[in-house]
């Protein structure tokens, strides 16, 4: 062997490991050997080195061969294992090849031919099964590799072979038709029976044309799935041919495109849809309110529009809307941004092409063939890229936003009104800032009017850019003020409360309203063109109005207009209304600390009159202390009262007298002749009722010219008097009591001591005194009274002990009597007992006289005995009619119901009473209208209640007749009646019909 090869000698014995290496040497092998001693020291050498070939001895130390290959082959060492021994065991030999051993050898042949044979056969067997494993090795991997990408294609694999009528399929195949191993009975029928009968004819087709011409096997066709349903698939195959060209087997591969197909078939759909959508937005952009505009190329030389857009431009539908196209073909607007004419590069969709960005929100004033009134534009553009992101063309939006800027002037406008509505609360300063403000932006001439207290027009202010238009324009209203009357204008706009618009003001309109001719060419002088008048408002009046001219610049007014001069005026109607408001404000605030004074001085006075009735109300009962409480109070309540004095009228004398006085100079008033009871001042006021107020000798001496005594009475001891300088009188009065009495105050040495509220005050307290004096003599009437009522009660208290005295002397009464009814009901009971055994014996001893047979009675004792048996029964009736009313008495009489005919019960009843009617000869009848004469009740009873009903009826009739009636008031009741034509019960005895023991 040139090759050096590796080899492991395993033997305890060194001779014989030197032998198999000279064997090996003389062969020439070259050799790389180890060596090693028992099982132990093999193994080791094994796992940490690769050997080609090892020797072992089949007795080792440790162990023997058998149990060495045995654990070798264990451990997976696939290494040639030749067993040297001493014996030729055959058996052994079989076991250790049968556990692995390559080779068996005993060591008497170890000759080095023999032993090179079998190291080379050994080395080329093991050679040839690692590469034959390696082989297998590799063929699993591709196997391996082929299955994940059978498994990765998600393919099915057919295998049809034709000459057997067979076909496989692979687990994919089968999922793909939703069917197991054993459902697939795997013949071509069998899977041509899945497929569609409309794909049928071309799968064959391409089967056919593979076969017969080569041409390529590739078809799409339907298969039925296990679920019923159908699923899309593409089938490849190429069929393998013999060496005479003929095909005898035919395989490939089977994909599930049903997703695909499905997905194919939604981007038809979604094609479609995108085409509707494409024509919907056209529709769209046709009728959209915004204008839309799309250039296809970057220099937007050509710029297409929508139907909206090209309204707003006054250009065709289909014109080229472009700025930037050559200038005969160019749209006749221009675009101005900020007052300067915008270039055609920097509109909106050019600058977005240009740049390659959006441009938002870029606000645009375009002028139509070279109108005065732009239309407002908000526009927008992006610019539109193609596939590899350069610039294309652009898209742009715009909105015509002429109107909302229309409103946001409106609302500055209003705003910079409110503010200046605001500034100040003369509303007379105010309305000429506000009438300067609306000139010129809204008129060339404005007006404002406003309704006085009166009710006539006042101009407050007219405005004029030019300062002399204005102050001719004031001298002609103070010349010619404003008609109430007039037909149009300012007047007719307060009259109504509406607005009032004149587009056109004609010459025959001013003339309507001019009162002269110079007023007329003064009216022409104007020049006014348009009218609009307003009402100012608040708070559903009408203030005024404000009167909007248009003359010089030659503008008119339309309805668009009148929104925002109705809110103008309803701000300055509201400005006008709070300035008044805040005057009124003012002036109520200024009335109003005026009555708080007022009322400071009169809450002095009430808690005076509080006091004086407080004090009123502790000494009601005593009089005399209640009027000197009256007059003390008076003089510490006025500060100017220095005395004050009550008289009080004497009914039985008619006269006043002095009875309460108090304060400074007290000894001089009560000698005093002005204040004389009878003849003086206090007389007057008294006879009179009115209120005296002196001041000084000069009042005194108009008094005595007017009549009045005011000189010294004659009796009076003192003549010459000092008078007061001031006294002041009311009468002690009220609506309830009358005049009482005086009441007087009065100062020595102050003549203007009382005013206005210290006679209100004391007015008010001669009210309360005469209230309080009439309570007083009340009080002392009920104090009286309440005497009288005292002894009164004592006397009903001594009648009512009385009272009880006898009523418990009735009671006792009472307890006796109830005993002795019961005593008596007893009794009753007892004899009637008693009586009814010697009544039944007489009753029967009679009944046996009149039966008797065999001695016979004489007429004279038959009708002795009958009469004897008669009474008898009469007096036993008796008897039992007193036992049941000692029964009934004692509450223990007890009704027997049974079920009796009712009219045998009459009947019989009536037969037994006929003798006593036939013997007053009156006819007893009896009406019986019944139809089911059976009822349930106590026989006994309802026969002695008719028995006593018929007998009296029959006793008290002398003539005429006794009547029976019975009949059915309902289905529960029934009606029985007596009637007779007897004397009859007497109206005033109906109510003791049920007393006992009365007839």
Not at 7 to 21: C, F, H, T
Not at 124 to 143: F, G, K, P, T, V
Not at 526 to 538: D, E, F, H, R, Y
Request: charged fraction near 25%.
């Amino acid at each position: 062997m040139e090759e050096t090869v590796k080899i492991l000698i395993v033997d305890d014995d060194e001779v014989d490991r030197i032998a198999v290496q000279r064997s090996l040497k003389a062969a020439g092998v070259n050799m790389n050997w180890s060596e090693c001693y028992n099982c132990a020291g093999a193994i080791a050498a094994l796992q940490q080195n690769r050997f080609d070939c090892v020797f072992l001895d089949y007795y080792l130390p440790d162990g023997d061969g058998l149990s060495l290959v045995q654990q070798v082959r264990a451990l997976g060492i696939t290494v040639p294992l030749v067993v040297l021994t001493a014996q030729g065991d055959e058996q052994i030999a079989v076991q250790l090849m049968k556990a692995g051993a390559w080779d068996y050898l005993s060591k008497d042949k170890l000759a080095p031919d023999t032993l090179y044979q079998i190291l080379r056969q050994t080395i080329r067997l093991h050679r040839a099964e690692i590469e034959a494993a390696s082989a297998n090795q590799r063929l699993r991997d591709s196997e391996e590799r082929f299955r994940l990408v059978l498994e990765a294609a998600n393919d099915g694999i057919w295998d049809w072979y034709c000459t057997r009528d067979e076909v496989y399929c692979n687990d994919r195949l089968l999922e793909i038709i939703g069917l197991s191993p054993a459902e697939f009975n795997s013949t071509p029928a069998a899977l041509i029976a899945l497929m569609h009968p409309e794909d049928l004819p071309r799968i064959k087709a391409a089967i056919n044309a593979h076969l017969i011409h080569g041409e390529k096997c590739e078809v799409e066709f339907r298969i039925r799935h296990a679920s019923g349903e159908y699923r899309y698939c593409l089938a490849r195959g190429k069929a393998q041919r013999d060496r005479f060209g003929c095909p005898y087997r035919m395989l490939g591969v089977l994909s599930d495109i049903t997703q695909r197909k499905q997905a194919e078939q939604e981007i038809v759909k979604l094609n479609q849809s995108l085409e509707r959508r494409i024509n919907e937005l056209k529709t769209l952009l046709d009728v959209i309110p915004i204008g839309i505009a799309i250039a296809q190329e970057p220099e937007c030389k050509f710029i297409q529009v929508n139907s909206a857009l090209a309204k707003l431009l006054q250009i065709p539908n289909n014109a080229n809307a472009s700025k930037s196209a050559p200038q005969p073909e160019q749209p006749p607007y221009k675009v101005f941004k900020a007052g300067k004419e915008v270039p055609a590069v920097e509109l909106p969709m050019q600058s977005a092409a240009s740049k390659g960005k959006q441009v938002l929100d870029a606000e645009l004033d375009v002028i139509i063939n070279g109108k005065n009134s732009p239309i407002k534009l908000l526009g927008s553009a992006a610019p539109l890229f193609d596939e590899e992101g350069k610039c294309r063309g652009s898209i742009g939006a715009f909105v015509d936003i002429t109107e909302r800027k229309q409103i946001e002037e409106q609302e500055r406008f209003l705003a910079e009104a409110s503010v200046v509505l605001a500034s100040s609360l003369d509303y007379q300063t105010t309305l000429e800032n506000l009438a300067q403000l609306v000139v010129p932006q809204l008129a060339d001439w404005c007006s404002i009017d406003i309704i006085e207290e009166d009710g006539s027009i006042a101009q407050v202010t007219v405005a004029h850019t030019d300062p002399a238009k204005v102050r001719w324009a004031q001298e002609l209203v103070s010349r010619y003020p404003v008609n109430p009357n007039d037909p149009f204008g300012v007047p007719q706009v307060i009259r109504d409360g509406r607005s009032a618009l004149y587009p056109e003001v004609p010459d025959s309109m001013l003339a309507k309203i001019a009162r002269d001719t110079e007023h007329l060419e003064s009216l022409r002088r104007i020049g006014i063109k348009s009218l609009l008048c307003v009402p100012m408002q608040a708070r559903g009046r009408t203030l005024g109005a404000i009167g909007f001219v248009m003359a010089e610049s030659g503008r008119s007014y339309t309805s668009a207009d009148i929104a925002l001069a109705e809110d103008l005026g309803r701000r300055a109607g509201l400005a006008v209304d709070n300035a008044r408001l805040y005057q009124e404000a003012n002036e109520i605030g200024e009335n109003l600390r005026q009555a708080i004074i007022i009322l400071g001085e009169q809450q002095q006075q009430l808690r005076v009159l509080q006091r004086i009735t407080n004090l009123l109300n502790q000494r009601l009962s005593d009089l005399p202390s209640l009027l000197q409480v009256i007059v003390e109070a008076i003089c510490d309540g006025i500060a100017g009262s220095e005395f004050a004095a009550i008289a009080i009228h004497n009914p039985q004398t008619n006269e006043l007298e002095l009875t309460a006085t108090t304060g400074i100079g007290r000894e001089r008033l009560l000698l005093g002749e002005l204040l004389e009871p009878n003849e003086g001042l206090l007389k007057q006021v008294f006879l009179t009722g009115e209120s005296i107020s002196i001041e000084g000798s000069r009042q005194a001496q108009d008094l005595e010219s007017q009549g009045k005594n005011l000189i010294p009475h004659p009796k009076s001891k003192i003549q010459n008097t000092q008078l007061p300088s001031s006294i002041y009188a009311v009468a002690i009065a009220s609506a309830a009591a009358g005049r009482l009495g005086v009441l007087a105050v009065g100062n020595w040495y102050d003549r203007d001591a009382f005013d206005l509220e210290d006679r209100n005050l004391l007015a008010a307290v001669g009210e309360q005194a005469a209230i309080a004096i009439n309570n007083a003599r009340l009080i002392n009437a009920l104090e009286e009274r309440e005497e009288r009522l005292g002894i009164q009660n004592l006397t009903l208290a001594q009648q009512n002990r009385e009272l009880q005295l006898t009523r418990y002397r009735i009671e006792q009464q009472n307890l006796q009597l109830i005993e002795a009814a019961q005593l008596k009901s007893q009794f009753l009971a007892t004899m009637s007992h008693e009586l009814r055994t010697p009544m039944n014996a007489i009753i029967g001893f009679a009944q046996v006289l009149l039966r008797q047979r065999k001695a016979k009675l004489s007429a004279a004792q038959t009708d002795m005995v009958g009469r004897i048996l008669n009474n008898g029964k009469n007096l036993l009736a008796l008897i039992n009619d007193i036992l049941d009313l000692s029964k009934i008495e004692a509450g223990r009489l007890e009704l027997k119901l049974e079920e009796i005919n009712l009219t045998g019960l009459i009947l019989s009843t009536v037969d037994e009473l006929k003798p006593l009617a036939e013997q007053k000869q009156l006819p007893l009848k009896v009406y019986n209208e019944l139809e089911n004469p059976i009822i349930v009740n106590d026989t006994t009873r309802l026969r002695q209640v008719l028995i006593n009903l018929l007998s009296n009826a029959i006793k008290f009739t002398e003539t005429g007749s006794v009547e029976v009636r019975i009949r059915e008031n309902s289905p529960v009741q029934l009606f029985l009646s007596v009637k007779d034509t007897g004397i009859g019960i007497a109206e005033s005895e109906l109510e003791h019909i049920f007393e006992e023991f009365r007839q």
